[in-house]
T-cell receptor, first 114, second 112 residues
Framework: DAGVIQSPRHEVTEMGQEVTLRCKPI?????LFWYRQTMMRGLELLIY????????DSGMPEDRFSAKMPNASFSTLKIQPSEPRDSAVYFC????????????FGPGTRLTVL | KQEVTQIPAALSVPEGENLVLNCSFT??????LQWFRQDPGKGLTSLLL?????REQTSGRLNASLDKSSGRSTLYIAASQPGDSATYLC???????????FGKGTMLLVSP
């Protein structure tokens, strides 16, 4: 099992540009979570999906952020336009809901917005 | 809104010491509590999961306890090793959908 796969691992972009982060959950998992980690705020839940349906997006900071899960094996988190305060590490995690609450995290994408 | 606090923020100990990491949460109506480990530049790895009806869980040299009524959990690491150096995060499960609220973590350094 390859675990949760995220790409890219590092992204450096300029303010105003569109950024797309990608996630492939563990095969068979039916819940997917996007988190953001910063020194100031720690790890925050942005949005989570259950069976490809967004359940709670109350953590999405503003309309510049959007997330999609077109199928069970792929999700994207898009920021448009990006701002320097979006610089953080973004994690994707997946779980098999009926199998218990343990979430399996990807390695993260370190985003730097200049 | 659930808030999770971890004390201390950083801890440095010599190899072989037993140590305790603390976690507190404001809303005792939790489903579960998990302890995670995060290595630099890496994702999180789940160490221990305690259901709300349980008092403790053990895995090897790790023991986690839960006192729901007082809103506290501790992670006990016995005979610490340099390989234990990492950031340890406490996360509270708030609902049946398993959403988690994380503390900011305790950065542990174990010196040889």
């Amino acid at each position: 099992d390859a675990g949760v796969i995220q790409s890219p691992r590092h992204e450096v972009t300029e303010m105003g540009q569109e950024v797309t982060l990608r996630c492939k959950p563990i095969s068979g998992h039916n819940s997917l979570f996007w988190y953001r980690q910063t020194m100031m705020r720690g790890l925050e839940l942005l949005i989570y999906f259950n069976n490809n349906v967004p359940i709670d997006d109350s953590g999405m900071p503003e309309d510049r952020f959007s997330a999609k899960m077109p199928n069970a094996s792929f999700s994207t988190l898009k920021i448009q336009p990006s701002e320097p305060r979006d610089s953080a590490v973004y994690f994707c995690a997946s779980s098999f809901r009926q199998g218990g609450p343990t979430q399996y995290f990807g390695p993260g994408t370190r985003l730097t917005v200049l | 809104k659930q808030e999770v606090t971890q004390i201390p923020a950083a801890l440095s100990v010599p190899e072989g010491e037993n140590l305790v990491l603390n976690c507190s949460f404001t809303d005792s109506a939790i489903y579960n509590l998990q302890w995670f480990r995060q290595d630099p530049g890496k994702g999180l790895t789940s160490l221990l999961l305690i259901q709300s009806s349980q008092r403790e869980q053990t895995s090897g040299r790790l023991n986690a306890s839960l006192d729901k009524s007082s809103g506290r959990s501790t992670l006990y690491i016995a005979a610490s090793q340099p390989g234990d150096s990492a950031t340890y995060l406490c996360a509270v499960g708030n609902s049946g959908y398993s959403t988690l609220t994380f503390g900011k973590g305790t950065m542990l350094l174990v010196s040889p």
